[in-house]
DNA sequence: ATGTGAATGAGGTACGTGCCTCATGACCTT
DNA sequence: AAGGTCATGAGGCACGTACCTCATTCACAT
């Protein structure tokens, strides 16, 4: 059980100074190339790393990361700035600063506006809630340049010059949906399916994902839709309304988007609640309530405090290694039924 | 945004020296009470917290966290101990020296030695996990006295010194099961539970979950058993080839114990694999395979990746502050079908 | 040969805390 | 009054890193 390798051990088997040491790992000039290569060499041979809370705090300055939340488009947003919220004093002790601010959703302008005006000498690392647009992908390309580390969650940009993306697999969601509804309905079926809006990519993934297992796993069960509500609740509540009515023997509904709020008054309204098994996604007071009544069979959840955890894990681990990829837990599929809720 | 508090802030707000500070702070001898109120309330009015970082970087030794996991029981806890491993470099670059022991299961004797063997100058915390026995409790006890944070994972034990329990919450697993079977079958039928030792607390919380749940939800389904297989692979494979003989119309299966190697074997040897809903717990090989095969439909799993994540964290908290309580977040429990598999 | 600029070394201070030594003063015992 | 004990202050060194200044070396061009 030998002591971790410090600069001081990487000087000395680098044959340089400390000085040198310094300014090949912070990037400053002033190193010939092939003194640059000792330095690393030597920083691969000890398998040396940065200590993160030395040099935080020898630099005085804590590490930065601003979360860019959607505002004023559904509840899951707001748990998750709640979630960024509770961790902030836990963070603060770990000499990490987060930074909230919530952006208009789908505002891409507005988003990029954001990214352009951050300073990396103020701020280390982003972590933006996005659609895929050409305006964030370039300006995420721009903060990339300036030095600042980009993290997707929820959603991934993957042209883009992300490092990192946080966010759960959501064809295996979709998946996981046309599982625990063919289970629950042995006989077969038709079960409707609503979303938000298929030009966003996780409720694309999620329908893919439902479609295909459905297919291929309980070809008894037909679907009907997607239709869609834009993450609404009056015209989710509508669309749900005129399903229900026209569909005496619907058997099912998968709701991928948002817009529970008006999946549950539908239901409620028009007296089958609970008649039909209902999937639906992300625990908000809403979904909450439809599984406490039982509107809701199961809800699948993003978890948004397990993923700020790994965002703030993510930040750290990049801040270190600001090339290489960093071990990381993956974010798991919440699956929620009125009795093992938290 | 101001900054921390530190020991400096809290001498001159107290009106006293650096060094009686630190007395005060780590318990040292040499201070008047009268003295030390006054310090007290100093941190207290500035919300002063001591630095981890800076402070295991000053004493030059690291938090050393000693875990106890059971050996030759289960795959379960064969997959916390490789969690352990896992952790082990990341928790390292945050000054935290895992240590594991496994020993041997429900050797109640052999635990509470290696418990007494912790020298507090060499283990700030112990992280155990054992069944309900006195002489666990009292080498808790006595490991508390010492100036040691016991916790308990995985499962509890309510009347200890243990300062915290990781783990899930049991009863809410086995009305989870009970809640998907009762869903599984709409029409009702026979279903077998099958448990390792009911003098297990976990697997007995989990039972009584299940029937409460069960019986109050869905009237339809009757309960065969519980029969004990105590988490062991020929015996379960033996107990559910029977159960599987004597009922024919037998529906599903709701195994809260291990041995799922033996459940699984018993399943596709009847040839009724897939015709039965099983639940079964913890991600292991053998519940993936079952998942995979169709022989398993759900599996409960603790995490135990979130688990150790849990008690790591939950260390560094204790350590920050032996007395409070500190904020945590609960272990949820994970389900998975074969399409969420991770 | 001399100047120029870049590369490098040497060494300091700082961050917040732990832990050590030594000096001082107060109060108590004999 | 002398000696002892105890509470406290003052200060330093250490941990691993960042960042600063200043001096020195070396290569190259003039």
Known sequence: MRRRATVHDVARAAGVSLATVDRVLNGRPGVRAATAEKVEAAIAQ????????????????DLSVVFFIPDGSNEFMDSLAQAVERRSASALADRMHLDMRRVRALDAEALAEGLDGLDPRQCDCAVVVSSDEPKVISAIEAAHRRGIVVMTLVSDLPGSARQRFIGIDNVAAGRTAASLLGRFLPGGGKVAVVAGSLHLRDHAERLEGFEAALGAEFPAISIIGPVEGHDERTET????????????????IYNLGAGNAGLVEALEASGRAGALRVIAHELTASTRAGLRSGAIDVVLDQNPDGEIREAIAAAR?????????AAADAIEIGIFLRDNLR
Chains 1, 2 share one sequence.
Do not use: C, E, Y
Not at 51 to 58: E, T, V
Not at 237 to 252: F, K, M, P, S, T
């Open 46 to 61: 000890l398998g040396f790393s940065r200590d993160l809370n030395a040099s935080l705090m020898a630099r005085a300055r």
């Open 237 to 252: 509540a509508a669309i749900v309304a005129r399903l229900l009515a026209r569909h005496a023997d619907l058997a099912g």
């Open 317 to 325: 681990a990049l801040a270190l290694q600001a090339g290489r990829a």
